[in-house]
């Protein structure tokens, strides 16, 4: 593509961002408003200009010098299989990023507001997507808001001989090879800055500080995963061999899915439907079309049926033109994953290559391990005895008993008796129960509680009461810290309850030396709410599943 051509794409792109987005407003000189930002180019492998040499002729001769960022680099080859993360210059947070997939090409947008003016200070970060290593880190660039173009060209300084170190296959893949791999899992990377989000062992997802900030995820801790995953990916340009027409690939790939439990192996055969957008500049519209990708039978290609069921993608075109777009470009499958559980790896297969030794796998990358948890969580306030409303109990203890109280305690029924003129249900006089006074013998209120998981992926857990208008007082909880279940906040007792599955069935007394001076407008004169809840820390990628609750209405007299 010559300097020309390369102009007048980035001019379309122009036009095109201009088209679906932007109301301009209004503001006063003295309020700084969130603007929109875009930044486009190409990345390029690069060589450094020796001492006194005179620059040759070479793409970019011409563009201006403030576009191209690596001074004193002359550009070789577009590199592919990059990810290019645009940071906040002030703290490093990351703005946008974008994956390069066809002859080196980006387009990073996102809103932001600036400190003052129109334009915002930023930094580039260029990662190698098959080892997460770092080859750029620009010093701080200036952005203007849009309509303004930011046309960036990046130079990479690297031999073309290398693209990894560290004992890892290191040859750069010459014309002809190809490779794919697994990028992410929803937002979660499976490795960013040289740290390993998706564990290699578990196949499940710890994000740290700042990472999960920078993501806008939740911090995960060994999260397994669960529900509709959408997976993402990248392919070598070889993929899109220039032979071949460009919106008809004649190379598929297709992902085969291995039972890790019960040693089995099947192939992905979840539909896969992008949108496709043709841009007409001329009469300014955008025409949509939903395509349908995969599974397909390749157009007849040995490979593409496997027990009996088609299993071929599609790659997502790249169109010729710069009026074509794709939703989702890098998504290479939705995987729905609801009923499944247990540890499944993941591999990227190619079908179509005439010899099949010229796909370069990368371990973890072209495979990926995942950990699935599909069981939801319970959280009880259970009857106390066959027939019993599912609400606390008064309990009088029998033979007195001045410890039991407070924590979760293990007995096949509940001690003592319940006085006859409970029946179990709200009574607005607040004149069914005491739990002090002595001729009435009430002391405790009793409980048969659940809060479970079968899989053993317990977020967090708690059982709660709200005396008054002010919020909940959290009686019992323990949360998971990435390795055991700890006191979950503030708690009234420190429970001996650790089990990541929670427990079942278990009884809890209260007297009054944990249940507080009720009251509030919301409960009435003397009302209590008590609240169990219990939620997993399985995730589809995005945020948490499943999160189950069960509360109940009670009425004390003091």
């Known amino acids: 593509m010559t300097y020309a051509q390369r102009i007048r794409y980035a001019k379309n792109y122009q036009i095109l961002l201009l088209l ?23 990345v390029y492998s690069a060589t450094p200009l020796t001492t006194g040499e005179e620059p040759p002729n070479h793409e970019l001769s011409g563009v201006p010098a403030e576009q191209i960022v690596g001074e004193g680099l002359i550009p070789q080859v577009t590199r592919n299989l990059l990810k290019i993360k645009v940071l906040a210059a002030s703290d490093g947070s990351e703005l946008g990023s974008y994956v390069t997939r066809h002859d080196g090409g980006y387009l990073v947008s996102f809103t932001a507001t600036p400190s003052s003016g129109s334009d915002i200070a930023i930094r580039f970060v260029i990662e190698e997507l098959a080892t997460s290593k770092t080859l750029l880190e620009s010093d701080e660039l200036a ?9 960036r060209f990046l130079l990479i300084e690297e031999d073309l001989s290398e693209i990894s170190g560290g004992g890892a296959v290191t040859t750069m893949a010459a014309p002809g090879q190809y490779t794919g791999i697994f990028t992410r899992v929803g937002k979660i990377e499976l490795e960013t800055d040289s740290v390993r989000l998706i564990n290699i062992a578990t196949g499940r997802a710890t994000v740290p500080d700042p990472i999960s900030g920078q993501l806008h995820i939740p911090a995960y801790k060994d999260s397994p995963f669960g529900g509709n995953l959408y997976l993402f990916g ?31 192996t099947g192939y992905m055969d979840d539909t896969l439907v992008k949108t496709k957008y043709t841009v007409n500049f001329g009469a300014g519209t955008v025409d949509t079309q939903r395509v349908t990708l995969g599974p397909n039978d390749g157009g007849g290609l040995p490979g593409c049926i496997e027990a009996g069921v088609p299993v071929c993608y599609e790659l997502t075109p790249m169109s010729a033109g710069a009026n074509v777009f794709w939703s989702f470009p890098d998504l290479v499958a939705l995987w729905r994953t609801g009923g499944l559980n247990g540890d499944y790896r993941l591999h990227l297969e190619q079908v179509g290559l005439n010899n099949s030794g010229m796909f370069q796998p990368f371990t973890d990358f072209t495979n990926l391990k995942l950990n699935l948890d599909n069981v939801a969580p319970v959280a009880l306030i259970n009857p106390l005895q066959t027939g019993d409303p599912d609400t606390p109990r008064v309990y009088t203890p029998n033979p007195a008993n001045p410890t039991i109280g407070g924590d979760l305690m293990t007995m096949t029924s509940p001690l003592g008796s319940f006085p006859g003129d409970y029946g179990g249900s709200a009574d607005p006089t607040c004149a069914i129960l005491s739990l002090e006074e002595p001729s009435l013998g009430h002391h405790y209120l009793a409980f048969k509680l659940t809060a479970s998981h079968d899989n053993g992926f317990l977020r967090y857990w708690d059982f709660l009461y709200k005396r008054n208008d002010t919020g909940y007082q959290r009686h019992i909880g323990k949360i998971f810290d990435g390795s055991t279940m700890v006191d979950y906040g503030t708690v009234q007792v420190a429970s001996a309850e650790t089990g990541q599955g929670g427990f079942q069935d278990r009884y809890l007394y209260l007297n009054s030396e ?38 109940d209405i009670h009425y004390i007299v003091r």
């Open 234 to 264: 990248a392919f070598s340009q070889y993929f899109y061999g220039p032979t071949s027409p460009p919106d008809n690939p004649t190379i598929y790939y297709k992902i085969r899915i291995d039972d890790l439990g019960t040693s089995t």
């Open 514 to 551: 944990y249940l507080q001076p009720g009251g509030g407008t919301d409960l009435g004169s003397c009302g209590y709410r008590f609240l169990i809840r219990a939620t997993t820390r399985t995730t589809d990628g995005y945020h948490y599943l499943r999160y189950r609750s069960d509360e």
């Open 20 to 42: 679906p987005f932007f109301i301009f407003l209004l503001w006063s000189p003295t309020t700084t408003f969130a603007a929109d930002y875009f930044v486009w180019g190409r």
């Open 143 to 151: 952005l203007s808001s849009w309509p303004t173009p930011n046309i």
